[in-house]
């Protein structure tokens, strides 16, 4: 076969590979130059179901809200506890002054610290983890020490900065030795964690281990099966990924969390954009 006609159908086979490809992945996922192989097709976060009328995500009733968090379907958030005064705060210094002496379940007589959170009052992103532990019972901030450290280096993966985003726990007060946090404590404590979202507005949230995703999306789910998706808390996008002690202890999970991040940043990414383009 001549040189030409040999080269003609290189060509000929390299141009149906790519039309393959661009049917496959769409205008999503462009071949990164040197990549090696392309970037993996991201699904984008599904809208917010909307809840029945009366009723808040959870089919509880609704109670009407003073600010309804960003992003929610319909209806407004259902904070319990009516009347107390926190439920109207408008900032989170007098949330934080208003809560802080909080003895609702028994965790109030046994902390050190009460730990309400860290970070950017006007954040995207909000990292929720279960409780604190000892270093941020001593320190009355939440992800200090070592997994602190690591929770860090995982935000720099992926460019946010830690006084960039909101750091909390989904229990304010550290549970004995560590255990993890009984339903009728997250019942009682979660409301101060809608507050704050209300407060604070973000677009996504990012759950740091199995518990706090069970918890908060109210599922006995393995963390295998909540992670990869994007779930939907009171009308925020929530992704779970692992808890960086959880890293600690095994640093084989690290690869999956670095791929759990990754396409948290993309979805980031490409809300943004649609902001962007919106305006
Ligand atoms: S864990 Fe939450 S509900 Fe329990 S005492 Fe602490 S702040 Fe109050």
Known sequence: MPIHDDAERLLSEAQRFLRQQRELYGDLLPIEHGATEPMKRVTPPPPATPAPAGTDLFGEPDIPASSPV????????????????????????????????????????????????????????????????????????????????????????????????????????????????????????????????????????????????????????????????????RGIPLMVTYHPAALLRNPNWKRPCWEDVQKFRTLYDEMKAKEQSAR
Not at 83 to 106: F, Y
Not at 217 to 233: C, F
Request: glycine share 10%; with cysteine.
């Open 70 to 233: 960003k992003g929610a379907a319909t209806g407004t958030k259902l904070l319990p506890y009516p009347g107390e005064p926190w439920t109207s705060a408008d900032s989170l210094v007098s949330l934080n002054e208003q809560i802080c002496n909080c003895q609702k379940c028994a965790l109030g007589s046994t902390r050190k610290s009460f730990v309400f959170g860290v970070g950017n009052p006007n954040a995207d992103v909000v990292i929720v983890g279960e409780a604190p532990g000892a270093d941020e019972d001593e320190q009355g901030e939440p992800f200090v020490g070592r997994a602190g450290q690591l929770l860090n280096k995982i935000l720099e993966a992926i460019h946010f900065k830690r006084e960039e985003v909101y750091i909390c726990n989904i229990l304010k007060c550290r549970p004995p030795n560590n255990r993890e946090p009984q339903a009728d404590e997250i019942g009682q404590c979660e409301p101060y964690l809608w507050k704050q979202l209300e407060i604070i507005k973000p677009k996504m949230i990012l759950c740091a281990g199995r518990v706090a995703g069970q918890a908060l999306l109210r599922t006995n789910a393995s963390l295998t099966s909540l992670r990869g998706t994007v779930h939907d808390y």
